[in-house]
């Protein structure tokens, strides 16, 4: 709080007597002195600047190529594995996996650095623990999740990717809402105007929307295509499949390629 001061002669007393006294000014608005004490008693700290790059490298980098991944470049190496499983869903695996592990390591890295739960009072921050928590929650459900989710060709498949999908994409609105709410904290920095780190996180949001807009987009745009072209490779995989099994068949056959989707050249990468 800035203060600006003036002499000036006080009215004389009824003894007759003046005294100078200075009159204070008040240049910016008022602020609690128990408000201040707080936040001078909470400086920045390793724990809590670590704790932050953490949980903005597991939801800002590999939470957001991880989604995109499984959503739209399902079928963008087609036949392609890396280990026994396809490309894509090792790739959308082991990034999640980072994602689990940084946000694990960035709430046990706060959870020390306040020796237990944040004492903050005013709202909106009273907010940050509390999505913290339910983000981390629900971080580690969906591999559990996961884990359980049955075969393709299950018919309570689309029960599984609904449910995976929906808790997966709360996790990751919660967690990137708690971002924005963690950088108005005292620790990330001045709060007197919006900061340059709250500016990067407005300008991934509306990429990542713009990003997501156009892929969904051009997926549409070739879905009916892509459909035929998959409905005739079932056909004949299901034909490779019985003249496999079929002792009468004398002609060998090679095992039908995945096909090559289309509009696969936008989402062309060097993998």
């Known amino acids: 709080v800035y203060m600006t001061a003036s002499l000036g002669t006080e009215p004389p007393s009824p003894s007759g007597e003046g005294l100078d006294k200075p009159t204070w000014t008040y240049t910016t ?3 609690k002195l128990s408000v201040v004490g707080v936040r001078a008693s909470q400086p920045r700290s390793g724990l809590a600047k670590a704790h932050g790059c953490f949980m903005i490298l597991a939801w800002v980098l590999c939470a957001s190529i ?3 991944i499984a959503r739209y470049y399902k079928l963008q190496w087609p036949g392609r594995l890396l280990g ?3 490309f894509w869903f090792q790739l959308h695996r082991i990034l999640m996996g980072f994602t689990c592990c940084l946000t694990l390591l960035s709430f046990i890295l706060i959870f020390i650095d306040l020796r237990g739960y944040s004492g903050l009072d005013s709202f909106p921050e009273l907010l940050h623990p509390i999505l913290g928590i339910i983000v981390t929650i629900l ?3 969906n591999p559990l999740i996961a884990l359980c ?3 393709p060709s299950h018919e309570n498949r689309p029960c599984f990717n609904w449910i995976h999908w929906l808790v997966g994409t709360i996790a990751y609105v919660l967690a990137v809402l708690n971002l924005f709410l963690g950088l108005r904290l005292e620790r990330a920095g001045d709060l007197s105007s919006i900061n340059y780190h709250i500016w990067l996180l407005i300008f991934f949001v509306l990429f990542q929307f713009i990003v997501e807009i156009i892929l969904e987009i051009h997926t549409l745009y070739h879905w009916k ?3 035929k072209l998959w409905q005739a490779y079932r056909l004949e995989l ?6 496999k099994t ?3 068949s004398l002609q060998p056959r090679s095992r039908p390629l995945e096909p090559l989707p289309r509009g696969r050249c936008l989402r062309a990468s060097g993998f």
């Open 139 to 141: 971080t580690f459900m």
């Open 238 to 243: 299901e034909e490779y499949n019985a003249a």
């Open 149 to 151: 989710r049955c075969d």
């Open 66 to 68: 991880g989604t995109l």
């Open 84 to 86: 026994r499983e396809a």
């Open 225 to 227: 295509r892509n459909k």
């Open 246 to 248: 079929n002792p009468v």
């Open 29 to 31: 608005p008022a602020r």
